[in-house]
């Protein structure tokens, strides 16, 4: 109902480029018109590039580039977050697909006794929300080569960069009430009722506009001395920042087109709201390397940080990094007895990088506002006062990672197979924590520090990569490049309450893996309900799920019962497999990708910090004649069929199905064929012929399948979800003209 069959996607692109010897120019125009998937949603863009690089003097070279974008995009008034209750999308996957669209002329939805689930309706009767997006860049850098003045002075390198980011971003939300027929699947009647959300018309246009200024002075020093090379680099780049926001609101509209804020029929316009902040940033970086013989590579690095967010005495941090490596297949005792091999590289570095963590002004004393609510003084009339918030933290600093890496580069055969390793371990300190208030005494009240610098975390891992490449006499050529990706982290130290389960210690631990219940199967009779735990929310019946009493106390509870269960839902490896095969005018792309060691939860702890099912979890929800999850219904238990792996079905909600348990876990190991590209170039004589250089069509898609281990849920899923704007499968022809 929601989805059409297909969206149309045009883009057109061209681009012009050229020069001699003083001046290169390249410039480029470029739109997109993009209709979604889903009905009533569209989206439009349109940007220009002007790259120029030209000699004003003798080694003085002037580079400057601008770049605009302004786009357009159309969608629904209803959101449609992955945890938006009135999103048509989870409308539609609740919505009971026996009924028809209308009822007497109004939007025909079934009632679960909370909701009304008309999902074409929140689409098309509730108005809309536009956005429009303007954006401005422009760079200018000058570079001198010192050199033209003296021999002495070859390598040494002058840069100065200056660049602006201008952007402003109009938002208009049109909210439009309007009535819906209920059906009630219990007493089989219709009402007609206004829809929740909205009770009035509304038009809310906010304006928010960022500018960005980055400046950059550069030195650099690249010389060869015999068999010494030497490159040196210093730079300094400061960066500020401004944003700023400003929204109102209007109720009561005769009309949606034209509309505006002096459009409003009230008398009273809702109250103005807005918001600014300043940013800013400094950095010294230094890089000196040395190169002997190219064989024996030595480099040391390092920038010296400050960031507005912390007190002026912890704002800034060194990060100072070092490497080595060693061209190996320069050496003669390889040259002249591994013929195999064309090149082979070892190399190790260790590092510091610095994160600032905390949100800004955290250092300061903060005023916040009490509202009109607090009278001062007997038989006064309430006003808005100001009171102090929050304790300034003016020890928060940079948390830093410490990164070590060894790896390797080789080429062999050749030049058939290309391999590079890297094996890594990273550790993070100083990662700022949110503080409990049990940490200190009562007497402090809120006067304590509410972040600091206490946690600590690894991680460890390989990269490796296989490139092979061949050439072979029919004329075919082909290139296959693997990669795959491994790494754990571990959680080193970490503030918990003093009754956190030993069992639950979270400390040495991936972050994110998940805990739960520990489901021992379903409930098959009134003795095992018997001696049954008290379940941790609404009641257990047979059918349903059993948990695990982890600590004997005869209730299960999420703070003494939950155990790990699997991985974190971030995966621990990853990989993919890129393929490339050519025959005289013909080409051939393809890109696999996926990952394993993941954990998928199927219903879990929403943003708003509930824990609920998903339409994933529950079927029927509410009522039975909702629609529902078809895996639940095929396989959930019942009299004649006990052996199912799913708890029984439910008209009424219960509370025990609810929580995280092992039955609500999935595999999310995933393959998917991510890119698949045909490409065909017309000959050089048919390319003269036409007066162009170079002429070539190709047939695209992404997308294209995906091998998972539950097909009901995108295994890039976005989390919790109760149905998500779904990943598109797109197929694209194009034409690429070059003159």
């Given amino acids: ?30 739109l997109m018109n993009q209709d979604g998937i889903l009905k009533n949603t569209h989206y439009e863009r349109y940007n220009f590039r002007t790259n120029l690089s030209t000699k004003v003097a003798n080694g003085l070279d002037f580079k400057p580039t ?26 539609a996957l609740y919505a009971a697909p026996i009924l028809t669209q209308t009822y007497q002329g109004y939007p025909l939805g079934i009632t679960n006794g909370t909701y009304t689930y008309t999902p074409l ?11 429009s997006y303007a954006l401005l860049s422009a760079t200018i850098q000058l570079d001198y080569d010192f050199g ?13 960069f200056a660049g602006f980011n201008g952007d402003l971003t109009i938002t208009q939300q049109y909210v439009q009430p309007f009535k819906q027929a209920q059906f009630n699947p219990k007493t089989f009647t219709v009402e007609i009722i206004n829809f929740i959300p909205y009770t009035k018309t509304t038009y809310i246009k906010g304006h ?6 980055v400046v950059r002075p550069q030195l650099s020093y690249d010389r060869t001395f015999g068999k010494h090379q030497i ?14 926001y400003l929204q109102g609101h209007g109720y009561g509209f005769a009309t949606d087109d034209p509309i505006d804020l002096n459009m409003a029929t009230e008398s009273t316009m809702g109250a103005a709201s807005g918001s600014h902040d300043h940013r800013g940033f400094a950095s010294f970086v230094y890089r000196a390397g040395y190169i002997y013989d190219g064989k024996y590579i030595f480099e040391a690095s390092g920038r010296y940080d400050g960031s507005y967010v912390f007190a002026p005495e912890s704002r800034w941090g060194f990060f100072p990094s070092f490497s080595a490596s060693w061209v190996m297949s320069k050496e003669d005792f390889i040259k002249d007895n591994v013929r195999w091999l064309d090149h082979l590289k070892i190399r190790a570095s260790a590092g510091q990088t610095g994160s600032a963590d905390i949100s800004p002004y955290s250092y300061m004393i903060k005023f916040s506002n009490t509202g009109a609510s607090d009278a001062y003084g007997i038989g006064l009339a309430p006003v808005k006062g100001y009171y102090t918030s929050g304790y300034p933290n003016t020890e928060a600093t940079w948390s830093r990672m410490y990164d070590y890496n060894a790896g390797l580069d080789a080429i062999l055969l050749g030049k058939k197979l290309t391999l590079g390793l890297d094996v890594f371990y990273q550790y993070r300190t100083g990662i700022l924590e949110s503080m409990s208030s049990s ?80 489901c021992l199967g379903l409930f098959q009779s009134e003795e095992e309900l018997l001696d049954a735990p008290t379940p941790p929310q609404g009641y257990i019946d047979v059918g349903e799920q059993r948990y695990l009493d982890y600590n004997g106390d005869g209730r299960i509870t999420a703070q003494y019962d939950y155990v790990r269960l699997g991985y974190s839902d971030v995966p621990e490896m990853t990989f993919s497999l890129n393929a490339d095969v050519s025959w005289r005018n013909w080409s051939l792309s393809a890109l696999f990708q996926g990952a394993t060691r993941v954990t998928t939860k199927l219903c879990g702890v929403y943003n708003n910090g509930v824990t609920d099912n998903t339409v994933y979890t529950r079927t029927f929800y509410g009522l039975d004649a909702t629609n529902g999850n078809i895996a639940l219904a095929k396989n959930s238990w019942t009299p004649d069929n006990t052996g199912a792996y799913y708890p029984r079905i439910h008209q009424s909600w219960n509370g025990n199905t609810m929580w995280i348990s092992d039955m609500w876990l999935v595999d999310g190991t995933y393959l998917r064929l991510k890119n698949l590209q045909l490409t ?11 007066h162009t250089s170079k002429v070539s069509a190709y047939l695209a898609g992404t997308n294209i399948f995906t091998l998972s281990h539950y097909k009901w849920m995108d295994p890039e899923n976005p989390g919790v979800n109760d149905g998500f704007y779904p990943q598109q499968k797109t197929f694209s022809v194009g034409l690429n003209v070059t003159f």
């Avoid at 309706?121 to 956005?131: M, P, S, T, V």
């Fill in 66 to 91: 601008v770049y605009g974008q302004y786009s357009y995009r159309h969608l629904p008034c209803i959101p449609l977050d992955a945890q938006s209750e009135y999103s048509p999308i989870s409308q």
């Fill in 121 to 131: 309706a929140g689409l098309y009767n509730g108005g809309y929300r536009d956005q």
């Fill in 148 to 160: 033209v003045l003296a021999d002495a002075l070859k390598g040494l390198k002058a840069s100065a």
């Fill in 231 to 244: 490159q040196l680099l210093g730079l300094f780049e400061a960066e500020r920042f401004y944003v700023s």
């Fill in 208 to 213: 928010s506009y960022s500018a960005d200024i």
């Fill in 439 to 518: 940490a200190y005494a009562p007497s402090l009240g809120s006067n304590y520090p509410t972040y600091a610098n206490t946690g600590r975390m690894d991680n460890r891992g390989f990269e490796l990569t296989v490139r092979h490449d061949n050439w072979l006499s029919n004329g075919i050529d082909y290139s296959l490049t693997g990669m795959v990706m491994f790494a754990r982290n571990r959680v080193l130290s970490r503030k918990i309450t003093d009754d956190h389960p030993s069992y639950r210690a979270v400390l040495g631990e991936p972050l994110g893996t998940v805990y739960g219940f520990k």
């Fill in 680 to 690: 065909y170039t017309l000959p050089a004589s048919l390319t003269r012929t036409l």
């Fill in 1 to 30: 109902i929601i989805y059409k069959p297909f969206g149309l996607t045009h883009q057109h692109n061209i681009s012009a480029s050229g020069g001699n010897g003083d001046m290169s120019y390249y410039a480029s125009l470029g």
